[in-house]
């Protein structure tokens, strides 16, 4: 098993940026593909990004592309998601999940793919 913590949410005007921690514990971190979503109001929870468990392979959706990056620290046992360019639109509960199914090369877009997920931490983005 591994467990989740996210970090580094808040409030930020339209513009602007932050970076999003994701900590893991347990199993080894390299084992697993990671991915982020988010939910905001009265919305499902919705793809963001996906990395592979080599950090080889990237994937985003197009509503972020170009303005966030996902990326891994194996050895450090955490996943990021750096967002520039926020937008009011961004505003949501940002939750990073792990895979224990993914293929070294894999990354994956769907909630059901993944097995174990965090708490979320909250972002606002103000216009």
């Known amino acids: 098993q591994v467990q989740l913590v996210e970090s580094g949410g808040g409030l930020v005007q339209a513009g602007g940026s932050l970076r999003l921690s994701c900590a893991a514990s347990g199993r080894s971190f390299s084992s697993y593909g990671m991915g982020w979503f988010r939910q905001g109001p009265g919305q499902e929870r919705a793809f963001v990004a996906a990395?592979?468990?080599?950090?080889?392979?990237?994937e985003y959706s197009d509503s972020v592309k170009g303005r966030f990056t996902i990326s891994r620290d194996n050895a450090k046992n955490t996943a990021y998601l750096q967002m520039n360019s926020l937008k009011p639109e961004d505003t949501a509960v940002y939750y990073c999940a792990a895979d224990s199914t993914a293929w070294r090369w894999e990354t994956k877009r769907m909630t059901d793919e993944y097995d174990y997920w965090g708490q979320g931490t909250q972002v606002t983005v103000s216009s």
């Open positions: 990395i592979s468990r080599n950090a080889g392979n990237t």
